[in-house]
């Protein structure tokens, strides 16, 4: 299994621009979210997906978009960069299964992507 | 909203030395919290969970307890080696979704030969 892969690895971007960070898991995970973190700082929760279809926003959702067309990829989308969403952005993906009727809820990082805006 | 504060920023110890890293959170108590190792340039990558129901998590040489009355999580690394070197995360997560969790800011380990 390659786990959890992010597309690109860097990205500089003006302001004003648009794009598209890539995200793909291939361990069939219901859950998927979107994470930044600024330097010194811990992961803030953007928008995440419980399953293909919902999407529901997170902590700092303002500026992105997501959507959740198949279990295996969670596109985010910059409507519009601003410097402010300088940072670097992880992509997670957890299930939670019954084991001897305990749940286990783990979430699975991909490697990020660093993103500049200028 | 959940506020979630962790002991310091760095963390200094020796090579062989316990080392303790905190976990403190504020308002409703979470279903359970889990601890992350971070390294430069990487995503983190899952350690340990544990419920609020239980106590004390092990694993080989990691030991994570909870206090929900005092609303704070230990983490602690036995036996500590140069390699252990890192950033330990906390999240705690409030059970309704998996992939919802609210993250500290870390403790950045080093330890010393």
């Known amino acids: 299994n390659a786990g959890v892969t992010q597309t690109p690895k860097f990205q500089v971007l003006k302001t004003g621009q648009s794009m598209t960070l890539q995200c793909a898991q291939d361990?069939?995970?219901?859950?998927m979210s979107w994470y930044r973190q600024d330097p010194g700082m811990g992961l803030r929760l953007i928008h995440y997906s419980v399953g293909a279809g919902i999407t529901d926003q997170g902590e700092v959702p303002n500026g992105y978009n997501v959507s959740r067309s198949t279990t295996e990829d969670f596109p985010l989308r910059l409507l519009s960069a601003a410097p402010s969403q300088t940072s670097v952005y992880f992509c997670a993906s957890s299930y939670s299964v019954d084991s001897g009727g305990a749940s286990t809820d783990t979430q699975y990082f991909g490697p990020g992507t660093r993103l500049t805006v200028l | 909203s959940q506020k979630i504060e962790q002991n310091s920023e760095a963390l200094n110890i020796q090579e062989g030395k316990t080392a303790t890293l905190t976990c403190n959170y504020t308002n409703y108590s979470p279903a359970y919290l889990q601890w992350y190792r971070q390294d430069p340039g990487r995503g983190p990558v899952f350690l340990l969970l544990i419920r609020e129901n239980e106590k004390e998590k092990r694993k080989e040489r990691l030991k994570v307890t909870f206090d929900t009355t005092l609303k704070q999580s230990l983490f602690h690394i036995t036996a500590s080696q140069p390699a252990d070197s890192a950033t330990y995360l906390c999240a705690l997560d409030i059970g309704t979704n998996a992939g919802k969790s609210t993250f500290g800011d870390g403790t950045t380990l080093t330890v010393k030969p």
């Open positions: 361990m069939n995970h219901e859950y």
